[in-house]
Structures are given as C-alpha cells and as structure tokens.
C-alpha cells in the first residue's frame, strides 16, 4: 500500500526531485528540515543529496556526531569545505574534529588542502597528530600531501607520545614502499605497525612480497597477522604467491571463529587447496559469520586445486546469503575448466539475484574475484579496559577480508577499498603490551560505510 499522508508525499516529491537533479530539490529538503522536529527520512535525503543550502543543518548534525553528515559536508562544494574546515578545530569535541580531518582528506582542491595545512600551523600537539593523519589518508586517496604536513610528521619522530611516533613513520612508508619496507623491518614494534597499514596503501603485487618475507621474522602475534593479511592480498593461486605461514595456524585462527583472522584464514586455506587444507575450508563454508564463508568461496576462485571448481558449484546450488552467492559466483567466474562454464551457465539463467546473474555471464580471460579500489576508509575503536584492546576487521564489497592494526590511539585506516559497502566488525581481546588500549568511539566516515 502506497503511503498518502501528506508527509510521505512531500518525502516521495523532494527525493524524486533529487534524484532528478532538479533546481528546487534542495528548496523541498529544506522545508522538509525546518519541521519542528524533522523526520529521520529528511535528515537521510540531506545527507544523500547535500547542497549549499542545506550546510547549516548537516554541519548541526555534523556537530552532533553524526559521521554521515560529516561525510556529506564533503560532497556540499565550497560552503561544505567551509564548515569543515570550522569542525576540524573543534578540540572540545575530538571525536567530531577528527571526523572533518578525514572529510577534508577526501576533498580534492585547494580550499580542503589550506585547512589541513593550517592545523599545523597551530601550537596543539592533538590537532598535529590530526592534520598529519590526514595527510596520510590525503596522500593514498588523491596522491597529494598539504603543505607542511611532512615536515610536521618528521619532527613527531621525537614525540614522547607513542601516536605521533607512530605517525612519523606511517606518513613516509605510505609514501614510499622503501620506506615501507624499513618500517616493517624495524626494531621497533611501534614502527613495524605502522609499515604494515602503510603496505595495504601501496599495490598488492608491491606489497605482498615484503610481507611474505617479513613473516617467518615476526615474533608479536599481532603484526604476524597483520603481516598475513597484507600477503593474503597477492595471492593469485600459484605456489610461489601462497602465504608462508603453516595450514596448522590457519586452521587454529580460523577455530577462533567469531575471531578477528578467521575470515583471512578461511581466504588463505581456500586459495591454498589440497588435502591439508580441504578439511579446514569445508568448515569455513559452514561457518556461523558471513564473512568467513564469503572469505572462503572468494579464496576457492583463487585456488589451483581443481576440486575448487565443484565446491563452487555445489554451493550456488544450495540456499544461501544473497552476499555469499554473489562472492560465489564471482569467484566461479574468475576459474576457467569447462565444469565451471557448465555452472556458471546454470546459475546464469536460474539465478534470482540480478548480481549473481550479471557476474556469472562475464565473458573473457580469467580475471581475479578481487576487485580493485581507491577508496579509503577511517575509523576509531574503543577498548573495554585497561588491558583490552577492540580489534577490528573488515570485510571489503568484494568480500576479501581485511585484518587490520589499530593505531595507539585506536585508529583504523583502510586503503584501496572499491567501491560499495565495506563492513566493520569488532573483537575484543588482550592488548598487546605495545599497545596501549584505544580510548574514543568514531563511526565510520565517511567510506567505507557501516556501523562499529
């Protein structure tokens, strides 16, 4: 039943107007705002579709904490960048500023760049931490830093606090795979974190040898994980682009399921295939957590095993998460026997998922599940104490699955994400002795979308 309430209809008009591109669409929003108390779909069409007038009432919301109307002050042109660039030095409310930092680094131009770069201009240690992590997420999305972030990142490496040392070496190592690859083989654990974010900023087939060879050295748990997620990147099913890392550690990560390396342990074993391994990846599939089962179907695309290709096919067969079919079929469409031709032809047509049916038709050369991305993504985690540390995982639009390191201060960064949704998930556990715990909530903003 059609809504017909005045409301709705008003509701129905403004987003088909936008959707349109029509003059008065923001008009029709902003009536829609000035409601005593706006509606939660108003808000949302704001935030879908921002413009110059509607800036006052994202940058109130944006003050309020709402990631997504930080995240649309970035798409709102030159008065969007101009409330920005007031948020950014909010100091009484770090969580929001530190939002508008990341905005800003998403924004290409000059007015975004001059806001960051003043920030270091300022005699504050927390807004220098902030204007050089935005430089980094700045550098890796549109390839720039602002003006005197660099030389404010090289003079953190005396910094007494563990995040601005943290960030004198994650600036240079997303910048340059050399320095990378002397973050990660440093002394100190501090910077060998640091260089294993900055590797998933760099390109997979860069980025993975330097974690393969850096993991048969690493003794702290946690960076070993790091380590594998990072070589998980580039494996493309052959021998020599596996992981070194034993099945038998794989298949204990893979047990901690809900755990923070199951997905990438379920990813790695169905790339690697073979008697070892089959055992493990057959209960993967059957895991309780979606990304886990997607981590593994996306895996078996990869695999050399030619089982892999049956396994596929079964489990298209079989009902199943919308989510999962899609990875499942990307991944069968990425093998090239004829069973998999045979498959793909049966899900092509029988299919009720537009997705599924579009992915299973794909014609050409074998072509990677893995899609490839610029996006990046930003978000803070809090511990639940003193000596727990929340850690995060993501799981990527195309279902790989993203094992990553929490900054000292609890910040997550995700490079090279493509397009759609990127899903956060949470696992609390011991800190490390290296690490302290991370203090303060921030959503996801303003990509990849979702929700801690």
Known sequence: MLATDPESLRLAAAEALSELGEPDSEARI???LSAPVPSAAARALAVRFPGPS????????????????TAAL???????????????????HPDVADAAA?????VPGSAASSALSALVTEP??????RA??????????????????SSAAKELRSAKDAEGRFLAALLPAVSSLSDAKDAVADADPLVRRAGIMALHAHPAADAAPVARKAIPLESDPELLRGLVGVAARGIDGTLAHDVPIPTSQLA?????????????AAFVLGARGGPSANGHVARALEAD??????????????????????????RLLEPMAVEARRVAARALASRSDPAAATGLAMVSQLDADPEVRAAARRKGPRISPLLSGTEVGQTKVVGAGASVLVRPTMQRADGFPLALLPDPDGFVLAFRLPAGETRLTLHATTAPPSVPAPKAPLGVSPTPKGKP
């Open 30 to 32: 902003l009536a829609l």
């Open 54 to 69: 509607l800036v006052p009432a994202l940058e109130a919301a944006a003050k309020g904490g709402s990631d997504a109307a």
């Open 74 to 92: 970035a798409r709102a042109g030159a008065p969007g960048v101009a409330a920005l660039a007031t948020l950014v030095k909010d100091d009484a």
């Open 102 to 106: 990341f905005a800003l680094a998403t």
């Open 124 to 129: 504050s240690p927390a807004r220098v931490r």
């Open 132 to 149: 050089v992590r935005a430089g980094v997420s700045r550098l890796a999305r549109l390839g720039t830093v602002p003006s005197g972030i």
């Open 252 to 264: 204990v990560w893979l047990g901690e399921d809900p755990g923070p390396s199951a997905a990438v």
């Open 289 to 314: 957590d979606l990304s886990v089962r997607a981590a593994a179907l996306l895996g078996l695309g990869l695999s050399a095993d030619p089982g892999a290709t049956q396994r596929l096919v079964a």
